[in-house]
């Protein structure tokens, strides 16, 4: 068989995909296999191993042994044979690696791997494993030297070496470089470590897994506040001392999540000054992973939790309208009222807002200018008009009908319908600079395009959506049974779970009568954040969700900005050159 390239990874720590050990299972009923490897020195290549010693414990008892010689196939060095004693004469009848392998593994099955410096004898053996083609079980493993490092402090032991360890506590069987005897010593020093663990409150091997890992004062300090929470989906919020929160997160599982903050797995810096501040974890359960996201966005829209990033400030989001009046202007507004004539957004930043005007100003002749014009009164021409990229409404050179027709229309019938013109425009102009190799300008009009288009793609899904007084749908949940959610004008009005074998409809029924009361209003998103029903948009839009009630119908413009999403990818990721055939 052809040898397999081997790369060590790390240690298993407390991934829920590791085998079958539950990392909640407590220290004195978790099974054991301390092993430890006489090798050749070389590196984990997938032989070298000279000699394997293991031993299985549970709750101090021991299960079995398992020891024996193996053939490595190459000379042993001689600085090998006058450390262990191991000589090529007394490895000459042993069998080789890959006879041992089957043995071992299922030796190691169900427990939790345990070595001194446990990443030199975990890679032979998962080298070994990847070279003669066994599956590596992927245990949990947990190293006795990384676990003194935190437990011992240097006034007890000058270092952290097995001998200087089975010496300190007293083992039975001194290390002597043999594998079995180092294995039997390492089991003395397994449990008198664990003797100390209590001290420190961890009496759970996924506990114990953690704290061996190099995790901070702080973290190990306020492990506590993950303590007591619910496995389920939901929210979770740090608070300070004074009650403020600190951060806001969602997840499926809640314990799970929390705990992941206070494993060596977490090295944001901003994560450690928020746990230095934290004093309590507050834990808000979910019905699903839908409702979860619909509370967490809500959650740091209304408090600005000081460590979150993203979704803060929903009330900074900005609109791009026409202005009242003759000759109207776009404009970038805080809010939008039902007697504005088109408008396009919500925005992220004014910053977008201004972008995608710049767009539509290359598209279409709308004026720049903020004068306040008059149908009476003329105001001199500004340079757009003699470089031919305003057609003068100003200077009355233009009749307002024939300026709605040319740019208003455009960009009203772009926002809610059909903004083919628009992009037709752009995409001529990007041609044309293209062809003059001026790839800068194009380029700059490929990033106007790219914010018409993600703008007016947006606006009319979510105006779509919160269109519809109210909309029941159904996923499926994961142990069985079905997710329910009841949309309102785009909110999350009410979410619950129909059991495993019992029909959905009277849990639906409960929730319609519980449901949060959504008034219609004005705009795309009348009733909710935009992330909010961008979130409800996505899991109704998953192959697995079903449509269960809507009281009015659910549709987009046929000619809408929707067909241009391929367009718009191509925009976003730069493809100037393959705009052109997009045209149709």
């Not at 079958?20 to 590196?43: Q, Y």
């Not at 990033?447 to 919160?466: C, E, G, I």
Request: aromatic share 6%; proline share 8%; charged share 25%.
């Amino acid at each position: 068989m052809a040898q397999q390239e081997y790369l060590q990874p790390a240690l298993a720590g407390l991934d829920p995909t590791v085998d079958g050990i539950d990392p909640a299972l407590p220290l004195h009923a978790t099974t054991f296999v301390v092993v430890d490897l006489e090798t050749t020195g070389g590196a984990p290549d997938g032989g070298g191993i000279t000699e394997i010693g293991a031993v299985k414990v549970r709750g101090g008892e021991e299960l079995g042994v398992l020891g024996t010689l193996v053939n490595p196939g190459v000379p042993i060095p001689p600085f090998i044979t006058v450390l262990t004693g191991i000589t090529q004469a007394m490895l000459l009848p042993a069998p080789p690696i890959e006879q041992v392998l089957p043995s071992f593994l299922e030796f190691v099955s169900d427990a939790v791997l345990v070595a001194h410096n446990a990443p030199y004898d975990v890679g032979f053996l998962k080298a070994a494993c990847a070279r003669h083609g066994y599956r590596w079980p992927n245990p949990r493993v947990l190293d006795t030297a990384a676990l003194a490092r935190r437990v011992l402090l240097r006034d007890e032991v000058p270092n952290r070496k097995l001998a200087t360890l089975a010496a300190y506590f007293r083992a039975g069987t001194q290390p002597t470089h043999r594998a079995l005897d180092d294995a039997r010593a390492t089991v003395d020093v397994l449990h008198g470590l664990i003797g100390r663990l209590g001290g420190h409150r961890v009496d759970t091997i996924g506990d114990a897994i953690e704290f061996s890992r190099a995790v901070t004062p702080t973290q190990r300090r306020k492990r506590h506040l993950a303590e007591g929470l619910p496995r389920s989906p939901g929210v979770y919020i740090f608070r300070a001392a004074d009650d403020r929160p600190l951060y806001v997160g969602t997840s499926r599982d809640i314990a799970t999540r929390v705990r992941s903050y206070f494993t060596a797995a977490e090295k944001r810096a901003r994560m450690s000054e928020m746990l230095a501040a934290a004093e309590r974890v507050e834990a808000v359960e979910c019905a699903h992973s839908l409702e979860a996201e619909v509370r967490e966005l809500r959650l740091i829209g209304a408090h600005a939790p000081p460590y979150n990033r993203r979704s803060k400030f929903p009330e900074r989001m900005v609109w791009l309208k026409l202005t009242d009046g003759p000759y109207p202007r776009l404009s970038v507004v805080r809010e939008i009222s039902p007697g504005d004539r088109a408008y396009l957004g919500p925005f992220t930043s004014r910053r977008t807002a201004e972008l995608a005007a710049a767009g539509f100003h290359d598209a279409v002749p709308l004026r720049q200018c903020t004068h306040r014009l008059s149908l009476r009164t003329i105001t001199p021409a500004c340079a757009l008009a003699e470089l031919g990229r305003c057609p003068a409404p100003c200077e009355h050179r233009i009749t307002p009908e024939e300026y709605d027709d040319r740019a208003v229309q455009p960009f009203a019938t772009a926002t809610t319908g059909d903004p083919q013109p628009v992009v037709d425009a752009l995409l001529a102009r990007i041609e044309t600079l293209a062809a003059a190799q001026r790839y800068e300008e194009a380029a700059t009009l490929r990033s106007r395009l790219a914010a018409v288009l993600r703008a007016t793609v947006r606006m009319q899904r979510l105006a779509a959506l919160s269109g519809i007084a109210e909309l029941a749908a159904a996923h499926p949940a994961g142990g069985g049974g079905w997710e329910l959610a009841l949309v309102r004008h785009g909110r999350l009005a009410g979410a619950g779970v129909s059991p495993a074998g019992v029909h959905p409809r009277p849990t639906l029924s409960a929730i319609r009568a519980t449901a949060e009361t959504v008034s219609p209003g004005h705009g795309p998103v009348p009733a909710a954040s935009p992330e909010e029903s961008e979130r409800i948009l996505s899991w109704l839009e998953r192959p697995e969700t079903r449509l269960v009630e809507m009281s009015d119908g659910w549709a987009s413009p046929v000619a809408g900005a929707g067909r241009f999403r391929d367009l718009l990818d191509k925009a976003e990721s730069g493809a100037s050159h393959q705009l052109w055939s997009e045209r149709s």
